[in-house]
DNA sequence: CGATCTACCTGATGGC
DNA sequence: TGCCATCAGGTAGATC
């Protein structure tokens, strides 16, 4: 599922593949994916407008338009965009297709309908829509010292799980990459943010960014179910490296003696090394 | 206050 | 073979 690094993937295609092309047409298939304005708003807001820019926040896609308005993306659970030609065949839970006068177009293909497209202004990005104005730092676009990381950790009492993918603390992470940096921190999902001494902190940090930077260079990871594909339908090669998440009963390769164990918490698949992790 | 649950939705999978 | 239940997870909002 897209996180942040499946996230910055895409962002950094989109950078090579649509800034600078103009929008020639807005195809909109119902509402299932223009939730926030009609259908008519959010095209005759688009048609004309040149993209100008590729920004990600958290798992937030931002694409300023030479109008002054933002085209934004989430991609919640199955959201895939896709670069495609009016000539390719337009694939089941195609919503949205972007057609650009240079000829390609720019697809949101999304089975689950969770995930949604939207135009806003810079002013309504920063107060009124709160799911973005209310995001917190985005790791890996705004890098921070460990010493403001553990101030932001001790800032609410909460389970370290709960504080990673609380997109208010840190914007970007979800199950999965939780999970890993737990891992690789030695950490587990159910200690107490308040609880972690100096140096769990500075590794907990030290995990968080590198694990989402090893994800960012293998393009991201895509599970069994192929949900998460890049601009161009390839899948991403992270999950090949995961340490826990989707290991169930697998050996832990840390420590070689122990088995993954699979949890739920707060209604979530929640993996983790019984040995590793304390 | 934080932790947990539920709704939103579809496709894949497993059991019988 | 087909039918039904379960699971997957991002986020908001309700409830405990």
Redesign the pocket.
Known sequence: ???LPEVETIRRELEKEVVGRKVKSVEVDGKKSIKRQTPEEFINGLVGAKITGSQRK??YLLMPLDNGQVLIV?L???GQLRRATPKDEVE??THVTITFTQGGQLRFID????GEMFLATPDEISSEI??LSNLGVDPVETPMSWVDFGHLLRS????LK?FL?D?SMIAGI???YADEILFDSGLRYDR?TGSLTTQEIRRLYRSLVEILHEAIKYNGSTL??GQYVDLFGKAGDYQSHHQV??REKQPCRRCRRNDIVKT??????TFYCEVCQV
């Open positions: 599922m897209p996180e958290g798992k989430h919640r659970m199955s089941k839970h089975p689950r309908t969770f709160e799911e609410k009492s909460q389970s709960a993918t997109q979800g199950n999965i107490e069994g179910d998440y989707d739920k918490v707060a209604s979530r698949s």
